[in-house]
């Protein structure tokens, strides 16, 4: 491993981004995609021609065969299909290579195999995908060679969103224009565009590839399904931070190579709370590119870990007992002039702008708080929220203490005077410097907190894509914005009006404010003291999608129609059965070819060995018949478990599709999964180590 690189020459290498348009495409060409991707102008298809043309040479210079659009249905992962860009042989015997502005623009891929909850039904099955030219396009490399990606949106015939990024883009242009709105109030009259900015942090797992084959319940869902604690967990909280041994420190360089290639600026990483958990997180983008981006890192970690030996597990919660991994959504408004839309400044009190700014953000996470909660819904993400684990589910914002002192001011008295400030931290060593304290500290615990400048949402699922709470995001507060600018408008003394505004929404919503530890039982009880939602599941959560407080907002702003709502609320109560159903099915499958084998097995050994003991010398036998009895009566009770969730797996299957179905698989599939784990994860304790099928907890994580 002795090849060193230079991080500067190769980033970005393998995009289409505006060096290579601007050195490729003719000048007129270049300014008219320009134009359309800064202000959203159609591109005709002469144009289209030319740039693709221009794509596919340069595509082909980097050793790329095929094109792909490159779409996030709604699946979870993102989708592509290939096709080379080759052209019928000619005369010759020989072909061309080609790829029309038209195949540029606009795909067809077969629609009907994707989830589209009802939106079209499948005698209709016509879908488009669609050229996004905001996000640039690349070449990667994988097993079958290389191959031009172009990122693209998916669209039925009628043009309902059957994708992620769709509404991600109609919610951006809600932002930017509430935005832009709220600063013209301001007297600012030269920004034109204001974007969200997200950097997502994501957390992983790594396992070593030859144990990952021998776990089944892995390989099937991602998770284990059966598993005793090892000896040791995460008590000791070395692993934080900790040091990065050699072979993850190849595997992250080696991550970083590939996704600075692709132009992902990955930044930071480090071990998390867990063994075996890392995570990584690249510096913040516009928010469309940052979903991408963030489906690259996914791809990148799984492909990149196989070649290490190793296998990435993206799930929530790969392992009971263990810390969960999620994703932190930081989020921010930037205009195109440089401004942080929710950058306080030093005296926070003194800027009227980032108050209301902030007061709309409490008002929205106040009002929306369900569909934020949702946003972050997936069936991994039970585990973690509301479950054994933080964040809680129960959605809150964390200010810190200065900005909690001012609106206290404000709340109390109608006017902030002054702000505190952080002061110096002290280290008592000489040869240290003393530094400038950030004004307010961290608080780990809180779902929706207050970092500096930026929010950072932080429910959402190790595995999810980050585009559905960016969605709601920018849509709850473009409503913010926008009711506060009808009233602010209108208003004959914008000082007063916007005073009292502020004032208002900071009284109004300040239930949503909470500084103190999230993950405690107090706060469980306050919340419901102070009338906050706190929904455990996701099958709680998908109703929030359709109630019709949420229909007006996303119609209002063009982001979702009722249809798809609907359909999306459908799909989801379908991904969530079927996931379960999954995991039913894979416990069944262990635990009668794998585990209870191996018990009867162990048991025939135990019984042998009584007998011989006995015949040998008539010794006492009664730890070998009390091991005996106990591994006889848990598997008697694993037997019975087993029948259980076989009779209820079936019933499940049986029935209709929709929230019904749903809700039984979580009451009662779930349920019975528990009564034939814990059992189970007995007998793992019991059972000789070389006779149990699997590698254990402790081989998995502590030996990667
Ligand atoms: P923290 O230590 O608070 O978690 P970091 O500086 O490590 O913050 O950043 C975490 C993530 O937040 C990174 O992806 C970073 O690029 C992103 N980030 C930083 N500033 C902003 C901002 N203004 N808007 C959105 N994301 C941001
Ligand atoms: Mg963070």
């Known amino acids: 491993m002795s090849e060193y690189f230079n991080a500067a020459d190769i980033f970005g290498e393998n995009v289409f981004n505006d060096t290579v348009m601007q050195e490729r495409l003719p000048k007129k060409v270049y300014q008219k995609l320009k134009d359309t991707i800064k202000e959203g102008k159609e591109l005709d298809l002469a144009t289209a021609d030319v740039i693709a043309h221009e794509m596919k040479e340069w595509a082909i210079e980097k050793g790329a065969t095929h094109y792909t659009h490159w779409f996030q249905p709604l699946t979870g992962v993102t989708a592509e299909k290939h096709d080379s860009f080759i052209g019928a042989p000619m005369e010759n015997g020989k072909v061309l290579m080609g790829f029309s502005g038209k195949e540029l623009i606009k795909g067809e891929p077969d629609a009907s195999s994707f989830p589209s909850g009802g939106l079209r039904a499948t005698f209709e099955a016509r879908g488009y995908t669609a050229w996004d030219c905001t996000s640039p396009a690349f070449v990667r490399q994988d097993a079958a060679g290389m191959i031009l990606c172009v990122p693209t949106a998916f669209c039925s015939y009628t043009g309902e969103a059957l994708d992620q990024k769709t509404p991600l883009l109609r919610s951006m242009e809600a932002i930017n224009k509430q935005s832009i709105r709220l600063l013209r109030l301001f007297g600012n009259t030269t920004s034109r565009k204001a974007r969200p900015s997200v950097g997502a942090e994501q957390e992983y797992f790594l396992v070593d590839r030859e144990k990952y084959l021998r ?218 410097p003393d530094f400038a304290k950030d004004a307010t500290d961290r608080n780990r615990t809180s779902p929706f907190a207050f970092t500096g400048n930026k929010f950072e949402f932080r429910m959402v699922g190790s595995i999810d894509s980050i585009s559905e709470s960016n969605v709601v995001l920018n849509t709850i507060v473009a409503e913010a914005f926008a009711e506060a600018c009808d009233e602010l408008e209108q208003a004959e003394n914008f000082g007063m009006a916007v005073h009292d505004l502020i004032k208002r929404y900071a009284t109004e919503h300040q239930r949503i404010i909470f500084n103190g530890n999230g993950y405690s039982d107090e706060w469980v009880a306050e919340a419901e003291r102070r009338g906050l939602p706190n929904i455990r599941s996701m099958v709680d959560a998908i109703p929030a999608l359709t109630t019709e407080k949420a229909v007006a907002l996303f119609e209002k702003f063009g982001v979702f129609t009722r249809a798809e709502l609907e359909s999306r609320a459908e799909i989801q109560y379908e991904a969530y059965s079927k996931s379960i159903n999954i995991e039913a099915r894979a416990m069944i499958d262990i635990a009668s070819k794998q585990i209870i084998p191996a018990v009867v097995k162990a048991t025939i050994e135990i019984a042998d060995s009584i007998i011989k003991v006995k015949e040998a010398c008539n010794a006492n036998v009664s730890v070998q018949t009390g091991l005996l009895t106990e591994i006889s009566d848990l598997l008697s009770e694993a037997k019975y478990a087993l029948s259980t969730l076989q009779d209820v797996t079936e019933k499940a299957a049986k029935m209709e599709d929709g929230r019904e179905k749903a809700v039984y698989y979580k009451d009662t599939v779930r349920a019975a999964m528990d009564a034939l784990r814990a059992p189970v994860d007995k007998l793992e304790m019991l059972v000789d180590k070389d006779r149990w099928p699997m590698p254990s907890y402790g081989d998995l994580i502590f030996e990667v």
């Open 215 to 432: 776990r089944k319940d892995l390989i099937f869902t991602g998770r284990t399904l059966f598993g005793a604690m090892p000896p040791k967990g995460q008590e000791m909280e070395d692993h934080y931070f900790g040091s990065i041994r050699e072979r993850i420190a190849s595997y992250m360089r080696d991550v970083n190579k590939e996704l600075w290639k692709l132009g992902v600026p990955a930044k930071t990483q480090h071990n998390e709370v867990a063994p075996a958990q890392h995570e990584i997180a690249p510096i913040f983008e516009e928010a469309n590119i940052a979903v991408d981006h963030n489906q690259l890192v996914m791809e990148t970690l799984k492909k990149v870990a196989g070649r290490h030996g190793m296998t990435c597990l993206l799930h929530e919660k790969p392992f009971a007992g263990v810390n969960g991994s999620g994703k932190h959504n930081n989020w921010s408004i930037t205009t195109d002039d440089g401004i942080n839309m929710l950058d306080p400044g030093k005296t926070p009190h003194e800027n009227v702008q980032f108050l209301l700014v902030l007061c709309c953000i409490l008002k929205a996470v106040d009002t929306h708080a369900d569909l934020l909660r949702e946003s972050a819904a997936d069936v991994g993400n039970d585990h973690r929220l509301g479950a054994n684990e933080a964040p809680p589910a129960i959605l809150s914002v964390f200010l810190g203490e200065q900005l909690q002192d001012v609106l206290s001011q404000l709340i109390s008295t109608g006017e902030a005077t002054h702000s505190l400030s952080g002061g110096r931290l002290e280290t008592g060593v000489k040869t240290l």
